[in-house]
């Protein structure tokens, strides 16, 4: 079962904070209960800050980003994760290199879902609809993950 899900981008301001915030959203919304979401960055640092693109994008969402502050990856937010979901091959990579223990667990959002392979683009610093794209792509890929979590949790039941 995935009961601690752990989202990794590299400032986590942007893609892995739009999918915990999202993430967290959807479970409620699917009343799926025990479900610990969070987010970091390789690169995070309480200094980043949300784009106002991500927080206006998120408000259409009815979520708010306007507590969430920018962690750096710690080897104990890998350790507790049951699934670790990153937005690009290289932060794989890294955590792999620091962490082999969790090879295991550690994917790229897109791959783990079943929607091909490559990387999630980071948007920072791009035009508005890159936001927006980014946003779309990891919303749809947030709905196949719900499902893999509900036929766990149906697994897990019996």
Sequence with gaps: MYN?????????VC???MAEALLKKMLAEADIKDV???????AGTKAFQIP??????????????????SKPLLGRDVLKADLVLVMEEHH?????????????K???LKEFVGAGHGDIEDPIGMEAEDYTACKKEIKGYLEKLI???????RKGDK
């Design 106 to 108: 550690t994917y790229i």
């Design 15 to 17: 893609r892995s904070a």
């Design 52 to 69: 106002p693109p991500v927080a206006a994008l998120m408000e259409e969402e009815k979520v708010t980003m306007a507590k969430h502050v």
């Design 92 to 104: 794989k990579e890294r955590i792999k290199t620091f962490y082999p223990e969790v090879s295991g």
């Design 36 to 42: 610990q979401v969070w987010s970091r960055g390789t």
């Design 4 to 12: 601690k899900i752990l989202f990794v981008c590299t400032g986590n």
């Design 147 to 153: 499902k893999i979590i509900e036929q766990e949790n």
